[in-house]
Protein backbone atom coordinates (compact mmCIF):
# COMPACT_ATOMS: atom_id res chain seq x y z
CA UNK A 1 0.00 0.00 0.00
CA UNK A 2 1.38 3.44 -0.94
CA UNK A 3 1.81 5.91 1.73
CA UNK A 4 -0.52 8.73 2.07
CA UNK A 5 0.51 11.63 0.02
CA UNK A 6 1.81 14.64 2.28
CA UNK A 7 -1.09 16.96 1.00
CA UNK A 8 -3.54 15.10 2.31
CA UNK A 9 -1.74 14.18 5.54
CA UNK A 10 -1.29 18.01 5.91
CA UNK A 11 -4.91 18.69 5.10
CA UNK A 12 -5.80 16.18 8.06
CA UNK A 13 -3.95 18.11 10.35
CA UNK A 14 -5.95 21.43 8.99
CA UNK A 15 -9.07 19.84 10.39
CA UNK A 16 -7.88 18.70 13.45
CA UNK A 17 -6.07 22.26 14.11
CA UNK A 18 -10.13 23.40 13.40
CA UNK A 19 -10.86 20.67 16.39
CA UNK A 20 -8.43 21.88 18.77
CA UNK A 21 -9.34 25.27 18.42
CA UNK A 22 -13.20 24.21 18.75
CA UNK A 23 -11.81 22.79 22.18
CA UNK A 24 -9.99 25.85 23.34
CA UNK A 25 -6.81 23.90 23.07
CA UNK A 26 -5.17 26.00 20.06
CA UNK A 27 -5.13 29.46 19.70
CA UNK A 28 -2.55 30.40 16.73
CA UNK A 29 -0.76 29.91 13.44
CA UNK A 30 0.85 26.90 11.85
CA UNK A 31 2.84 27.18 8.56
CA UNK A 32 4.29 24.41 6.81
CA UNK A 33 6.93 25.18 3.47
CA UNK A 34 8.69 23.67 0.86
CA UNK A 35 10.78 24.96 -1.62
CA UNK A 36 9.66 28.25 -1.34
CA UNK A 37 5.95 26.82 -1.54
CA UNK A 38 3.40 27.29 0.72
CA UNK A 39 2.11 23.47 1.58
CA UNK A 40 -0.20 25.00 4.74
CA UNK A 41 -1.31 28.40 6.45
CA UNK A 42 -3.59 28.04 9.46
CA UNK A 43 -5.00 30.32 11.87
CA UNK A 44 -7.76 29.51 14.60
CA UNK A 45 -8.72 31.01 18.23
CA UNK A 46 -8.36 34.60 19.39
CA UNK A 47 -5.84 36.80 19.07
CA UNK A 48 -7.73 38.76 22.19
CA UNK A 49 -10.15 37.00 24.60
CA UNK A 50 -10.82 40.17 26.31
CA UNK A 51 -11.99 41.70 22.98
CA UNK A 52 -12.67 38.87 20.97
CA UNK A 53 -10.31 39.50 18.11
CA UNK A 54 -9.60 36.05 15.62
CA UNK A 55 -6.45 35.36 15.21
CA UNK A 56 -4.86 35.73 11.29
CA UNK A 57 -1.73 34.55 9.73
CA UNK A 58 -0.76 38.34 9.73
CA UNK A 59 -0.93 38.11 13.64
CA UNK A 60 2.33 38.48 15.72
CA UNK A 61 3.07 36.61 18.61
CA UNK A 62 5.50 36.25 21.41
CA UNK A 63 8.05 33.56 20.57
CA UNK A 64 9.84 33.04 23.54
CA UNK A 65 13.09 31.92 23.25
CA UNK A 66 13.17 31.69 19.77
CA UNK A 67 14.35 35.05 20.25
CA UNK A 68 17.86 33.56 21.00
CA UNK A 69 18.43 32.37 17.14
CA UNK A 70 18.40 36.34 16.43
CA UNK A 71 20.57 36.69 19.55
CA UNK A 72 23.15 34.18 18.20
CA UNK A 73 22.46 35.66 14.48
CA UNK A 74 23.56 39.36 15.89
CA UNK A 75 26.82 38.19 17.84
CA UNK A 76 28.22 35.92 14.57
CA UNK A 77 27.81 39.11 12.57
CA UNK A 78 29.97 41.12 15.13
CA UNK A 79 32.40 37.89 14.67
CA UNK A 80 32.24 38.48 10.90
CA UNK A 81 32.76 42.12 11.64
CA UNK A 82 35.71 41.75 13.58
CA UNK A 83 34.20 43.41 16.73
CA UNK A 84 33.04 40.13 18.62
CA UNK A 85 35.56 37.00 19.03
CA UNK A 86 33.95 33.90 20.00
CA UNK A 87 36.87 32.32 22.21
CA UNK A 88 37.50 35.93 24.03
CA UNK A 89 36.08 35.90 27.95
CA UNK A 90 32.58 37.58 28.47
CA UNK A 91 34.48 39.73 30.96
CA UNK A 92 36.38 41.80 28.00
CA UNK A 93 32.74 43.20 26.93
CA UNK A 94 30.71 43.16 29.95
CA UNK A 95 31.68 44.50 33.41
CA UNK A 96 31.26 41.71 35.77
CA UNK A 97 33.98 42.12 38.66
CA UNK A 98 32.89 41.33 41.62
CA UNK A 99 30.27 38.42 40.20
CA UNK A 100 30.10 34.75 40.14
CA UNK A 101 30.95 34.88 36.72
CA UNK A 102 34.33 33.03 35.34
CA UNK A 103 36.79 35.29 33.33
CA UNK A 104 37.04 31.61 31.47
CA UNK A 105 33.51 32.08 30.38
CA UNK A 106 33.90 32.59 26.62
CA UNK A 107 31.26 34.04 24.01
CA UNK A 108 31.03 30.17 22.86
CA UNK A 109 30.15 28.86 25.83
CA UNK A 110 27.49 31.56 25.80
CA UNK A 111 25.92 30.17 22.76
CA UNK A 112 26.18 26.85 23.18
CA UNK A 113 24.88 26.56 26.31
CA UNK A 114 28.19 25.06 28.12
CA UNK A 115 29.11 27.75 30.50
CA UNK A 116 28.18 26.23 33.51
CA UNK A 117 26.46 30.02 34.85
CA UNK A 118 23.87 30.03 37.12
CA UNK A 119 20.62 30.57 35.43
CA UNK A 120 18.31 32.75 37.01
CA UNK A 121 15.53 30.43 37.01
CA UNK A 122 16.86 26.74 36.51
CA UNK A 123 14.42 25.38 34.05
CA UNK A 124 16.69 22.38 34.03
CA UNK A 125 16.09 21.73 37.78
CA UNK A 126 12.27 22.40 37.60
CA UNK A 127 12.48 26.38 38.76
CA UNK A 128 9.77 28.54 37.27
CA UNK A 129 10.68 31.71 35.19
CA UNK A 130 7.07 33.36 35.89
CA UNK A 131 8.34 33.23 40.02
CA UNK A 132 11.16 35.29 39.13
CA UNK A 133 8.35 38.31 39.46
CA UNK A 134 7.07 37.96 43.03
CA UNK A 135 9.34 39.94 44.65
CA UNK A 136 10.40 42.20 41.78
CA UNK A 137 8.13 44.07 39.44
CA UNK A 138 8.04 42.85 36.04
CA UNK A 139 7.59 46.90 34.66
CA UNK A 140 11.14 47.42 36.28
CA UNK A 141 12.87 45.36 34.00
CA UNK A 142 12.75 46.81 30.55
CA UNK A 143 16.38 47.13 29.35
CA UNK A 144 19.08 44.24 28.93
CA UNK A 145 21.60 45.30 31.89
CA UNK A 146 18.40 44.89 34.58
CA UNK A 147 18.31 41.24 34.17
CA UNK A 148 21.82 41.03 35.29
CA UNK A 149 20.90 41.40 39.63
CA UNK A 150 18.92 38.37 38.88
CA UNK A 151 22.09 35.46 38.55
CA UNK A 152 25.36 37.55 38.40
CA UNK A 153 26.14 36.62 42.17
CA UNK A 154 24.85 32.62 41.39
CA UNK A 155 27.31 30.33 41.83
CA UNK A 156 28.14 28.02 39.04
CA UNK A 157 26.59 24.70 37.92
CA UNK A 158 29.73 23.37 36.68
CA UNK A 159 33.21 24.97 35.25
CA UNK A 160 33.03 26.42 31.81
CA UNK A 161 33.17 24.02 29.36
CA UNK A 162 32.46 20.46 31.82
CA UNK A 163 28.86 20.42 30.99
CA UNK A 164 25.92 20.96 28.75
CA UNK A 165 22.95 22.82 30.41
CA UNK A 166 20.72 25.41 28.70
CA UNK A 167 20.76 28.54 30.24
CA UNK A 168 18.91 31.64 29.34
CA UNK A 169 20.94 34.36 30.83
CA UNK A 170 24.27 33.54 28.83
CA UNK A 171 21.97 34.80 26.60
CA UNK A 172 21.72 37.73 28.19
CA UNK A 173 25.45 38.11 28.58
CA UNK A 174 25.22 38.05 24.68
CA UNK A 175 22.93 40.81 23.97
CA UNK A 176 25.27 43.14 26.78
CA UNK A 177 28.03 42.27 24.40
CA UNK A 178 26.82 42.95 21.46
CA UNK A 179 25.47 46.23 22.91
CA UNK A 180 29.08 47.37 24.19
CA UNK A 181 30.57 46.77 20.70
CA UNK A 182 27.48 48.67 18.76
CA UNK A 183 26.50 51.28 21.28
CA UNK A 184 23.08 50.59 20.26
CA UNK A 185 20.10 48.80 22.05
CA UNK A 186 19.95 45.17 21.61
CA UNK A 187 16.69 45.49 20.18
CA UNK A 188 17.35 47.98 17.98
CA UNK A 189 20.39 46.07 16.71
CA UNK A 190 18.15 43.29 16.09
CA UNK A 191 15.23 45.13 14.21
CA UNK A 192 17.78 46.40 11.96
CA UNK A 193 20.67 44.12 11.29
CA UNK A 194 18.32 40.46 11.72
CA UNK A 195 15.07 41.04 11.03
CA UNK A 196 14.98 43.39 7.96
CA UNK A 197 17.89 41.67 6.57
CA UNK A 198 16.02 38.83 6.79
CA UNK A 199 12.93 39.77 5.22
CA UNK A 200 10.91 39.99 8.64
CA UNK A 201 8.97 43.16 7.99
CA UNK A 202 6.57 42.67 10.60
CA UNK A 203 8.53 41.37 13.58
CA UNK A 204 9.75 43.18 16.18
CA UNK A 205 9.82 43.82 19.84
CA UNK A 206 6.29 45.29 21.38
CA UNK A 207 6.10 46.25 24.86
CA UNK A 208 3.01 45.01 26.69
CA UNK A 209 1.71 48.18 27.84
CA UNK A 210 1.25 49.87 24.26
CA UNK A 211 -1.27 49.63 22.12
CA UNK A 212 -0.30 47.58 18.65
CA UNK A 213 -1.88 45.91 16.47
CA UNK A 214 -1.91 42.16 15.42
CA UNK A 215 -0.24 41.44 18.41
CA UNK A 216 -1.31 38.37 19.95
CA UNK A 217 -2.68 38.79 23.65
CA UNK A 218 -0.77 35.94 26.02
CA UNK A 219 -3.40 34.11 28.18
CA UNK A 220 -3.74 30.91 30.27
CA UNK A 221 -6.57 28.90 31.66
CA UNK A 222 -7.46 29.14 34.79
CA UNK A 223 -8.55 25.54 37.08
CA UNK A 224 -9.41 25.14 40.36
CA UNK A 225 -7.56 21.94 40.56
CA UNK A 226 -4.71 20.46 38.22
CA UNK A 227 -6.70 18.50 35.59
CA UNK A 228 -9.80 20.02 36.42
CA UNK A 229 -12.04 21.66 33.93
CA UNK A 230 -10.69 25.47 32.83
CA UNK A 231 -13.16 28.13 35.04
CA UNK A 232 -11.34 31.12 33.07
CA UNK A 233 -8.64 32.30 31.67
CA UNK A 234 -6.09 35.10 33.16
CA UNK A 235 -3.84 37.04 31.32
CA UNK A 236 0.46 36.85 31.79
CA UNK A 237 1.40 40.76 32.13
CA UNK A 238 2.49 40.33 35.26
CA UNK A 239 4.41 36.72 34.32
CA UNK A 240 7.64 38.26 32.62
CA UNK A 241 9.03 41.72 31.73
CA UNK A 242 6.58 43.72 29.33
CA UNK A 243 9.18 43.89 26.53
CA UNK A 244 11.82 41.15 24.73
CA UNK A 245 15.10 40.96 25.53
CA UNK A 246 18.06 38.62 24.17
CA UNK A 247 16.69 35.50 25.94
CA UNK A 248 13.29 36.06 24.69
CA UNK A 249 10.26 37.77 23.88
CA UNK A 250 10.42 38.86 20.39
CA UNK A 251 7.16 38.99 18.39
CA UNK A 252 7.08 37.47 14.84
CA UNK A 253 4.51 35.48 12.32
CA UNK A 254 5.06 31.98 11.71
CA UNK A 255 5.53 33.47 8.19
CA UNK A 256 8.50 35.71 9.15
CA UNK A 257 9.86 32.64 11.63
CA UNK A 258 9.66 30.28 8.23
CA UNK A 259 11.60 33.29 6.70
CA UNK A 260 14.19 33.89 8.92
CA UNK A 261 15.50 29.85 9.07
CA UNK A 262 15.57 30.65 5.16
CA UNK A 263 17.61 33.15 4.69
CA UNK A 264 19.58 31.75 7.24
CA UNK A 265 19.95 28.64 5.42
CA UNK A 266 20.20 30.55 2.37
CA UNK A 267 23.70 32.20 3.73
CA UNK A 268 21.83 35.96 3.23
CA UNK A 269 22.38 37.34 7.02
CA UNK A 270 26.09 35.62 8.01
CA UNK A 271 29.60 35.15 6.04
CA UNK A 272 30.12 31.17 5.14
CA UNK A 273 32.02 30.45 7.91
CA UNK A 274 29.05 31.67 10.21
CA UNK A 275 26.10 30.53 8.38
CA UNK A 276 27.72 27.29 8.51
CA UNK A 277 28.77 27.37 12.48
CA UNK A 278 24.93 28.21 12.89
CA UNK A 279 23.90 25.41 11.63
CA UNK A 280 26.48 23.01 12.59
CA UNK A 281 26.41 20.68 15.73
CA UNK A 282 28.66 22.34 18.32
CA UNK A 283 28.13 20.19 21.87
CA UNK A 284 26.06 16.87 22.66
CA UNK A 285 23.21 17.92 24.90
CA UNK A 286 21.63 14.21 25.49
CA UNK A 287 21.62 10.97 23.93
CA UNK A 288 18.55 9.84 23.22
CA UNK A 289 17.90 5.87 23.78
CA UNK A 290 15.31 4.69 20.55
CA UNK A 291 13.36 1.29 21.65
CA UNK A 292 12.30 0.76 17.99
CA UNK A 293 15.71 0.93 16.42
CA UNK A 294 17.75 -0.15 19.38
CA UNK A 295 20.19 2.33 18.99
CA UNK A 296 20.74 6.09 20.35
CA UNK A 297 20.15 9.25 18.24
CA UNK A 298 21.97 12.62 20.20
CA UNK A 299 20.54 16.10 20.54
CA UNK A 300 23.45 18.45 19.83
CA UNK A 301 23.65 22.31 20.08
CA UNK A 302 24.82 24.63 17.28
CA UNK A 303 25.08 28.18 17.70
CA UNK A 304 21.97 29.11 18.82
CA UNK A 305 19.39 25.90 17.15
CA UNK A 306 19.15 22.35 18.77
CA UNK A 307 20.55 20.05 15.89
CA UNK A 308 18.71 16.37 16.17
CA UNK A 309 20.91 13.90 14.84
CA UNK A 310 19.78 9.91 13.91
CA UNK A 311 21.15 7.13 15.23
CA UNK A 312 23.35 7.39 11.92
CA UNK A 313 24.89 10.41 12.50
CA UNK A 314 22.42 12.58 9.88
CA UNK A 315 21.09 15.37 10.57
CA UNK A 316 17.07 14.60 10.70
CA UNK A 317 15.91 18.66 11.92
CA UNK A 318 17.13 21.60 13.21
CA UNK A 319 14.95 23.77 15.36
CA UNK A 320 14.60 26.04 18.43
CA UNK A 321 11.57 25.78 20.71
CA UNK A 322 10.23 28.71 22.90
CA UNK A 323 7.60 28.37 26.06
CA UNK A 324 6.68 30.93 28.85
CA UNK A 325 3.51 31.93 30.24
CA UNK A 326 1.12 32.93 27.59
CA UNK A 327 3.44 31.68 24.62
CA UNK A 328 4.71 28.99 22.93
CA UNK A 329 6.29 28.82 19.57
CA UNK A 330 8.34 26.36 17.26
CA UNK A 331 10.77 26.91 13.44
CA UNK A 332 12.00 23.85 12.59
CA UNK A 333 13.59 22.88 9.56
CA UNK A 334 13.31 18.94 8.27
CA UNK A 335 16.67 17.67 6.16
CA UNK A 336 15.60 14.64 4.27
CA UNK A 337 12.13 16.14 3.70
CA UNK A 338 13.50 20.25 3.18
CA UNK A 339 10.84 21.34 4.62
CA UNK A 340 10.53 24.10 7.04
CA UNK A 341 7.64 25.05 9.39
CA UNK A 342 6.84 27.28 12.30
CA UNK A 343 4.35 27.15 14.55
CA UNK A 344 2.94 29.90 17.34
CA UNK A 345 0.82 30.05 19.82
CA UNK A 346 -0.33 32.52 22.54
CA UNK A 347 -0.81 30.00 25.44
CA UNK A 348 2.17 28.06 27.20
CA UNK A 349 0.51 24.29 25.95
CA UNK A 350 -0.75 25.75 22.84
CA UNK A 351 2.29 24.80 20.29
CA UNK A 352 2.79 21.53 21.68
CA UNK A 353 0.18 19.31 19.77
CA UNK A 354 0.18 21.06 16.19
CA UNK A 355 3.77 20.51 16.46
CA UNK A 356 3.48 16.64 17.15
CA UNK A 357 1.12 16.34 14.58
CA UNK A 358 3.46 17.93 11.74
CA UNK A 359 5.97 16.12 12.83
CA UNK A 360 4.51 12.81 12.41
CA UNK A 361 3.15 14.18 8.61
CA UNK A 362 6.48 14.62 7.73
CA UNK A 363 8.55 11.91 9.02
CA UNK A 364 6.42 9.19 8.21
CA UNK A 365 7.39 7.16 5.32
Known sequence: MMAEPLFD??????????????ADEFSGVVRVERGGEVLLESAHGLASRRWQIPVTART????ASVTKLFTAVAVLQQVDAGTLDLDQSIHAYVDLAGTTISPAVTLRHLLTHTSGIGDDADEEA??????????????SVTETAHFLAQFIHKPAVFPPGAGCRYC??????????????TRE????????????????????????????PDVAEGWEPVRKSDGGPVTGWRQNIFSYPPIGSPDGGAHATA??????????????????????????????HHRISDPAEGATAELRYAFGPAVELTSEGAVRSLYKEGINTGA??????YSAQDITMAVVSNSENGAWEPIRLIDEAVTRA
Not at 9 to 22: G, P, V
Open 60 to 63: RFDV
Open 185 to 212: RYRDVIVRDVFRRAGMFTAGFFDMRDAE
Open 168 to 181: NVGYILLGLAVERV
Open 328 to 333: SAMVRH
Open 126 to 139: GESYEALWIDRPNY
Open 9 to 22: RLMSIDEKLAHLAA
Open 255 to 284: GDLTRFLTAIRQGELLSPASTSAFLTPQVL
